[in-house]
C-alpha cells in the first residue's frame, strides 16, 4: 500500500496532506526517514508519524462539527492556540479534519478517520460545492452580485462561477449566501474585497446537500449513512 494512502487509513491525515508529511520528513519507516513519496508499505514495516507508530484503522468515523470562530482547522499548533481537536476529545478514534476553515470563520467542518472519503471531499476533480452565509459591509448591487456569479480575479486565479442569493439587507449591511466549489485559502473574503464589500462575519452553512442545520456552535453529531453515501456520489 502506499505510504500516503497507509497515513490516510491510519485516521492521520488526507493523502495530500500525508504527501507533505513525507516531503517534510515527519514519517519514518523501520525507524528511517522516509524521502520517497512513492514508497509502498509491506507486512512487517513499522510506520511512524512525528514519532508516534500508526496502523490502519479499521473502524470509519464520520463527523460534521460546527466550528467556532478562535479556532485553527489542524491536528495540532506551533502557536499553541485552541484547534478543532479540542472540540471532539471524546471521540474514540484518530480524526482529522477534512479540509479547513479560517481561524475566524464558523460553521460546518467534517472530520474522519477516513483518507479515501477526506480526498474525494477535497479534491478540485470533484468540485464540491461549499455554501457560505456572509454578512458584508454596504449594498450589493445587482452588478456585484453578476460579477460574483460570473468569476472575480482574486488576484492571480479567476474564480469559477458562483451561486449568489441575498438573504436580507440590514442597514448598511447585507447578508448574503455564496456557493462556490473551489477552496482556495481566503477565497470568499477575497471575493468580497474585490467587489468593495468586505466580510464583516462569515460560516459555512452546508457542504453538498448536507447542511449545518442548528447544531450548536462547539458541538458535533455523527453524519448518517445516507449522508456520507451522498458526499461520496457528490
Do not use: W
Request: aromatic share 6%.
Amino acid at each position: 500500500m502506499r505510504i500516503n494512502k497507509y497515513i490516510a487509513q491510519a485516521g492521520v491525515a488526507s493523502r495530500r496532506k500525508a504527501d507533505e508529511l513525507v516531503a517534510n520528513g515527519n514519517v519514518k519507516v523501520n525507524g528511517l526517514t522516509l524521502k520517497e513519496a512513492g514508497y509502498d508499505v509491506v507486512q512487517g514495516d513499522v510506520v511512524e508519524v512525528n514519532g508516534r507508530r500508526i496502523e490502519p484503522e479499521d473502524k470509519k468515523v464520520y463527523i460534521l462539527l460546527h466550528k467556532p470562530v478562535g479556532y485553527v482547522t489542524t491536528v495540532s499548533d506551533d502557536k499553541d492556540r485552541p484547534t478543532v481537536m479540542d472540540l471532539v476529545r471524546d471521540v474514540d478514534a484518530r480524526i482529522f479534519p477534512v479540509g479547513r476553515l479560517d481561524y475566524n470563520t464558523s460553521g460546518m467542518l467534517i472530520m474522519t478517520n477516513d483518507g479515501d472519503f477526506a480526498y474525494r471531499l477535497t479534491h478540485p476533480k470533484h468540485e464540491m460545492p461549499k455554501t457560505y452565509r456572509a454578512r458584508v459591509a454596504g449594498v450589493l448591487s445587482d452588478e456585484k452580485c453578476a460579477k460574483l456569479r460570473k468569476g472575480v480575479d482574486i488576484g492571480g486565479f479567476v474564480t469559477s462561477k458562483a451561486k449568489v442569493q441575498i438573504i436580507r439587507g440590514v442597514q448598511r449591511q447585507t447578508v448574503v449566501d455564496i456557493t462556490i466549489h473551489e477552496g482556495k485559502n481566503r477565497q470568499v473574503r477575497k471575493m468580497f474585497k474585490v467587489i468593495g464589500n468586505p466580510v464583516q462575519e462569515l460560516s459555512r452553512i452546508a457542504i453538498g446537500e448536507i447542511k449545518l442545520g442548528r447544531l450548536s456552535e462547539g458541538h458535533y453529531r455523527k453524519l448518517t449513512r445516507e449522508e456520507i453515501e451522498h458526499l461520496r456520489s457528490c
